[in-house]
Antibody
């Protein structure tokens, strides 16, 4: 069974930093791309960042480029999102998700973790 | 960036009715479109990928169609557990983008 568990969320002041983690199990972690998707309170889904299975390729939404950094440790089956210079508009539930077979859809999702940025 | 536009924003439907949700891409995305269902307080769940392939465990009442810029998600006979928000997503280009969602509510 595929399981994704996010951690590291919480309350942070504007301008601060936070690192999210996503522990993965139930599949060959290094084989698949991974992604972060967020959802502001009462709003729709927004893709944030993606990373290839090897970690050699990374992608970002314009809204977070230069502030967020995605990475992975395949020896620990863990995905990360380093978030710096946080803004009030970054307040959201952050989901990690597994990318489907060599494609770009997201077939398994974590339960999400709330990040609140106070201004 | 490719903009995905869903319509309608909200749909009021009675159980047992057939539902059709629309999604338009601002430029061609081939068949690289997925559909997700999200219930209140839950993570999204993959329903359809490749525009028309049902994900594992998804009931046959869900079907997807379309290509290039026009896509449709149909639910043949709405069940009580299908009342939720539905999102389309393109994965043909970076950045990946979602539609704004269609809420299916009980009439």
């Amino acid at each position: 069974e595929v399981l994704l568990v996010e951690s590291g969320g919480g309350l942070v002041q504007a301008g601060g930093s936070l690192r999210l983690s996503c522990g993965a199990s139930g599949f060959s972690f290094s084989t698949y791309g991974m992604t972060w998707v967020r959802q502001a309170p009462g709003k729709g889904l927004e893709w944030v960042s993606g990373i290839s299975g090897s970690g050699g390729s990374t992608y970002y939404a314009d809204s977070v480029t230069g502030r967020f950094s995605i990475s992975r440790d395949n020896s620990k089956n863990t995905l990360y999102l380093e978030m710096n210079s946080l803004r009030a508009e970054d307040t959201a539930v952050y989901y990690c998700a597994k990318v489907g077979s060599y494609s770009g859809y997201f077939d398994y999702w974590g339960q999400g973790i709330l990040v609140t940025v106070s201004s | 960036e490719i903009v995905m536009t869903q319509s309608p924003a909200t749909l009021a439907v009675s159980p047992g009715e057939r539902v059709t949700l629309s999604c338009r891409a601002s430029q061609s995305v081939s068949i690289n479109v997925a559909w997700y269902q999200q219930k209140v307080g839950q993570a999204p769940r993959l329903l359809i990928y490749g525009a028309s392939t049902r994900a594992t465990g998804i009931p046959a009442r869900f079907s997807g169609s379309g290509s290039e810029t026009v896509f449709t998600l149909a639910i043949s006979s709405l069940q009580s557990e299908d009342f939720a928000v539905y999102y389309c997503q393109q994965y043909n280009n970076w950045p990946r983008t979602f539609g704004q969602g269609t809420k299916v509510e009980i009439k």
